[in-house]
């Protein structure tokens, strides 16, 4: 517990210095609070990323997966990578050309008021109902297993710390962020080395490196990057949609449309931001080595028997006991920095979620509709009183959201899936094309949350089997034919742009409607991105060549 509570120190203590020590000028106070306004660095923008975007549920919920299906669930991790590269060519530049601090804040400037204020609720809904309260609810029961201590207690300690570090703004999270990604790549990579080690141990002991060899031979049919229909988890991961299809969505919807994430690179100039988002990139490569290897060696162990009943509950096998099982067999010294990793990786989260909560509230909700002469200062008071209030309520609503039944990686993908392609379409047409209506947003927000709704309970009203050669339609458990989760993404996409597109062509042309400002000079990149960007595509034609 030394190492631990040494990390809480450090963090804080770092964060009080950020505070006080690095006031720089801004547009506002309230940009400085919210957004860092020229202040993050590139390397604290990539690290903030990450930060943010790791949390219990890929330590636990991925780790899980790689246990029950392998290295196939990578490809959210690989295909992010690239995604990020996607994101900083072609989203960043419309995002600071046109000056944009919120995703709500595009919405209004680009089509009106009643798309960005409903869409300002749903996500402030989404942002504490699943995603905050998963966040803290599966931190708090993993860090409550490894020290033995309540449940309730953990999410009060984990929620108080984010609370301290989020008060103090983006610049705070974004440099804190830095040592939160330290220390969840080194206790990361502990973890990983132990568990190859007890893998090599199967055959006499040895490197790691004979450990991940024996562990690819013992684990083969955990090494293919894209499953067969055959494969019982192609229902999860459909073969090669996942590459051409619903894993874009889903990726370019969170990385590119989500005020969770962009709000890292909306203070910075167009340079720095890319060479975050291309540092993230980097690290993202990184994340599978961190939380599915661990997983993958696991599964290895325990049909070994070397695990002994440690993967079992009263329910039975139970993957997502994987990681916390190998935390608990880590030296006292390492299990510490693992821990400490672990706590990282769900404050850091925290902290970040808490922040833009605050942000769309402050900004799209209070400011435009409750005050709109509100003072700078006045709007970073109501920021801080958001982000207490949103984590209170994250505490206390978590227990009853049965987010432990259904694993917390799959109830996040469960219900932003239900929303993620209509808001996607809706972004992509807005960027690109200046003839996209107002009225062809809302359908793409409700219409494909109606559609999203009809495909998944499509199974219980129409035999799908026929779809079944295509590779569209694989039994579940009980023998139902369904649609991949992935591919209703990409089947309700479709649906919802060319519901934009006839609806945008039904309606003359509104020629006082303000399009964003937009040239392709603001696509071009320098050399140093291009190179880097190469090299993160080269590595993912690597990976999906070799684990095909």
């Given at each position: 517990?030394?190492?631990?509570?040494?990390?809480?120190?450090?963090?804080?203590?770092?964060?009080?210095?950020?505070?006080?020590?690095?006031?720089?000028?801004?547009?506002?106070?309230?940009?400085?609070?919210?957004?860092?306004?020229?202040?993050?660095?590139?390397?604290?923008?990539?690290?903030?990323?990450?930060?943010?975007?790791?949390?219990?549920?890929?330590?636990?919920?991925?780790?899980?997966?790689?246990?029950?299906?392998?290295?196939?669930?990578?490809?959210?991790?690989?295909?992010?990578?690239?995604?990020l590269i996607i994101v900083a060519i072609f989203f960043m530049p419309v995002y600071l050309k046109n000056r944009i601090y919120t995703m709500p804040q595009f919405l209004r400037q680009r089509y009106n008021n009643t798309v960005a204020t409903v869409m300002a609720?749903?996500?402030?809904?989404?942002?504490?109902?699943?995603?905050?309260?998963?966040i803290l609810y599966l931190g708090a029961i993993a860090i409550s297993g490894i020290a033995g201590i309540g449940i309730m207690p953990c999410m009060v300690v984990l929620a108080v710390l984010a609370m301290f570090i989020t008060l103090g703004g983006m610049k705070?999270?974004?440099?804190?962020?830095?040592?939160?990604?330290?220390?969840?790549?080194?206790?990361?990579?502990?973890?990983?080395?132990?568990?190859?080690?007890?893998?090599?141990?199967?055959?006499?002991?040895?490197?790691?490196?004979?450990?991940?060899?024996?562990?690819?031979?013992?684990?083969?049919?955990?090494?293919?990057?894209?499953?067969?229909?055959?494969?019982?988890?192609?229902?999860?991961?459909?073969?090669?949609?996942?590459?051409?299809?619903?894993?874009?969505?889903?990726?370019?919807?969170?990385?590119?449309?989500?005020?969770?994430?962009?709000?890292?690179?909306?203070?910075?100039?167009?340079?720095?931001?890319?060479?975050?988002?291309?540092?993230?990139?980097?690290?993202?490569?990184?994340?599978?080595?961190?939380?599915?290897?661990?997983?993958?060696?696991?599964?290895?162990?325990?049909?070994?028997?070397?695990?002994?009943?440690?993967?079992?509950?009263?329910?039975?096998?139970?993957?997502?006991?994987?990681?916390?099982?190998?935390?608990?067999?880590?030296?006292?010294?390492?299990?510490?920095?693992?821990?400490?990793?672990?706590?990282?990786?769900?404050?850091?989260?925290?902290?970040?979620?808490?922040?833009?909560?605050?942000?769309?509230?402050?900004?799209?909700?209070?400011?435009?509709?409750?005050?709109?002469?509100?003072?700078?200062?006045?709007?970073?008071?109501?920021?801080?009183?958001?982000?207490?209030?949103?984590?209170?309520?994250?505490?206390?609503?978590?227990?009853?959201?049965?987010?432990?039944?259904?694993?917390?990686?799959?109830?996040?993908?469960?219900?932003?899936?239900?929303?993620?392609?209509?808001?996607?379409?809706?972004?992509?047409?807005?960027?690109?094309?200046?003839?996209?209506?107002?009225?062809?947003?809302?359908?793409?927000?409700?219409?494909?949350?109606?559609?999203?709704?009809?495909?998944?309970?499509?199974?219980?009203?129409?035999?799908?089997?026929?779809?079944?050669?295509?590779?569209?339609?694989?039994?579940?458990?009980?023998?139902?034919?369904?649609?991949?989760?992935?591919?209703?993404?990409?089947?309700?996409?479709?649906?919802?742009?060319?519901?934009?597109?006839?609806?945008?062509?039904?309606?003359?042309?509104?020629?006082?409607?303000?399009?964003?400002?937009?040239?392709?000079?603001?696509?071009?990149?320098?050399?140093?991105?291009?190179?880097?960007?190469?090299?993160?595509?080269?590595?993912?034609?690597?990976?999906?060549?070799?684990?095909?």
């Open positions: 517990m030394f190492v631990f509570f040494a990390y809480i120190l450090l963090v804080a203590g770092y964060g009080l210095w950020v505070h006080y020590r690095k006031r720089q000028a801004a547009a506002s106070p309230s940009h400085a609070y919210f957004l860092a306004e020229g202040s993050l660095s590139w390397w604290a923008i990539g690290a903030s990323l990450i930060a943010s975007n790791i949390s219990a549920e890929q330590f636990i919920g991925m780790s899980g997966s790689g246990f029950k299906m392998g290295m196939a669930i990578a490809s959210y991790e690989f295909l992010a990578a690239a995604t609720v749903f996500w402030l809904t989404l942002y504490i109902v699943v995603n905050l309260t998963s705070v999270i974004g440099y804190t962020d830095v040592i939160q990604v330290a220390c969840l790549v080194a206790g990361g990579l502990a973890t990983t080395w132990l568990a190859l080690e007890m893998v090599a141990d199967l055959d006499g002991g040895g490197t790691v490196i004979h450990g991940f060899k024996l562990m690819t031979e013992r684990a083969q049919d955990h090494f293919h990057m894209v499953l067969q229909p055959s494969n019982p988890n192609y229902i999860d991961l459909p073969g090669l949609t996942v590459l051409l299809g619903g894993m874009w969505i889903v990726n370019l919807n969170y990385w590119g449309c989500n005020q969770y994430i962009t709000q890292r690179a909306l203070g910075a100039d167009l340079a720095t931001a890319r060479a975050g988002l291309l540092f993230a990139g980097f690290l993202k490569m990184l994340m599978p080595l961190i939380v599915v290897v661990p997983g993958i060696a696991a599964f290895v162990l325990h049909q070994s028997g070397a695990l002994g009943t440690a993967m079992t509950d009263a329910g039975g096998l139970n993957p997502d006991h994987a990681y916390p099982v190998l935390l608990a067999l880590l030296p006292s010294g390492l299990k510490g920095v693992a821990f400490a990793a672990l706590s990282a990786a769900v404050v850091a989260s925290l902290a970040g979620k808490a922040n833009s909560i605050a942000t769309i509230f402050t900004l799209d909700i209070y400011k435009e509709v409750f005050a709109p002469n509100a003072s700078e200062q006045r709007l970073v008071w109501m920021g801080r009183v958001t982000v207490v209030i949103s984590l209170l309520l994250a505490v206390v609503i978590a227990p009853f959201l049965g987010i432990d039944k259904k694993g917390g990686f799959q109830y996040i993908q469960e219900y932003t899936g239900f929303v993620s392609p209509g808001i996607f379409a809706m972004f992509l047409l807005g960027f690109f094309w200046k003839r996209t209506t107002a009225a062809a947003a809302m359908f793409a927000t409700i219409g494909g949350f109606i559609c999203s709704l009809i495909f998944k309970f499509l199974p219980d009203w129409v035999n799908l089997s026929f779809l079944a050669g295509s590779g569209f339609a694989v039994p579940n458990a009980a023998g139902v034919y369904e649609i991949p989760f992935l591919d209703r993404m990409g089947f309700v996409f479709l649906i919802c742009v060319v519901g934009m597109i006839l609806l945008s062509l039904a309606k003359p042309l509104d020629k006082s409607a303000k399009p964003l400002e937009f040239e392709l000079a603001m696509f071009r990149v320098d050399r140093r991105f291009a190179f880097g960007s190469a090299v993160v595509l080269a590595l993912l034609v690597v990976v999906y060549t070799v684990w095909w």
